[in-house]
Nanobody, 128 residues
């Protein structure tokens, strides 16, 4: 059974940092890309980052580029999202998701429709 479990969310002041974790099981980790997405109340789900577990290449949405960093620990089947310089507008439920690479060494996406498996999400609240 495929499982993605997020953790690490919480309440933080503007300018602060948090580290989210996404623990994966039930599939071959290196054969997938892991994306982070977020959804604020009343807004559409937005792509935040994508990392290819096979080579560690990472990609970011424009709204978080330079502030958020995603990394992968393949030994632990876990992907992290480091959130720095947080702003109130970063408040959202953060989800991780997995998409099969099917042998591609170049694939990446921030399009949520391309992801096969999803976690339940973790709340991040940034106070001003």
């Amino acid at each position: 059974e495929v499982q993605l479990v997020e953790s690490g969310g919480g309440l933080v002041q503007a300018g602060g940092s948090l580290r989210l974790s996404c623990a994966a099981s039930g599939f071959t980790f290196e054969d997938y890309a892991i994306g982070w997405f977020r959804q604020a109340p009343g807004k559409e789900r937005e792509g935040v980052s994508c990392i290819r577990s096979s080579d560690g290449a990472s990609y970011y949405g424009d709204s978080v580029k330079g502030r958020f960093i995603t990394s992968s620990d393949n030994a632990k089947n876990t992907v992290y999202l480091q959130l720095n310089s947080l702003k109130p507008e970063d408040t959202a439920v953060y989800y991780c998701a997995a998409a099969g690479l099917y042998g591609s060494s170049r694939w990446w996406s921030l399009n949520l429709s391309e992801y096969d498996y999803w976690g339940q999400g973790t709340q991040v609240t940034v106070s001003s």
